[in-house]
């Protein structure tokens, strides 16, 4: 009889722990809360470039724009897109948050995004540092030139968005 009871009381207690845990996306990524705009704020409250940076959002039924800032061809995928660049040419520095429709294609955005994206659209600077990740419906592309390594690196950015989505990414592009 003891070890019937352990045994209900022990099952009970799995199927509470495992409805608990059911709190992330098929993806295995819990994503960050809110709005573009606040995750992008709540990602530079951890670390923030020493250098003048503007937010854009991209508008999507522009192509060149879109494509310039996400590296996508097409926005069949995306419901939006923001920006946050540097304001100065010179420095190679670009990150892009994207909210996908269907969060089961979250692989297919990160990695179109990363084929397409061009580390050299500034003049005279490249961002030879790129990660492409992502969690729940976002995804985050970061660029930055390593020259800019003392002051910001893509490590740093992808940090603050990993802590913002719980400690896990369902997407890792390096």
């Known amino acids: 009889m003891k070890k019937l009871l352990t045994l209900s009381i022990a099952l009970v207690l799995s199927l509470t ?27 530079y409250e951890t670390k923030k470039p020493e250098f ?12 060149l724009s879109t494509k310039s800032f996400t590296g996508l061809d097409n926005t069949d995928l995306i419901d939006e897109a923001l920006a946050s660049e540097s304001m100065m040419g010179s420095q190679a ?11 089961s294609k ?24 790129l990660r492409v990740v992502g969690a729940g419906d ?22 603050s968005f990993t802590t913002l989505c719980g400690g896990s990414l369902s997407v890792d592009l390096k």
């Open 138 to 159: 976002v995804v985050m592309l970061i660029m930055v030139s390593t020259e800019l390594s003392d002051t910001i690196t893509v490590d740093q950015i992808v940090d």
């Open 52 to 63: 003048m940076i503007g937010s854009i959002p991209v508008d999507l039924t522009d192509e």
């Open 17 to 43: 722990l495992v409805g608990c845990g059911n709190n992330q996306t098929t993806q295995g990524g819990k994503g960050p809360e809110g709005s573009l705009e606040e995750i992008l704020d709540k990602i």
């Open 93 to 103: 520095y670009s990150l892009v948050l994207a909210r996908v429709k269907d969060a």
């Open 106 to 129: 979250m692989n297919e955005v990160a990695n179109a995004m990363k084929d397409g994206i061009d580390q050299r659209k500034w003049i005279c600077v490249e961002a030879d540092n």
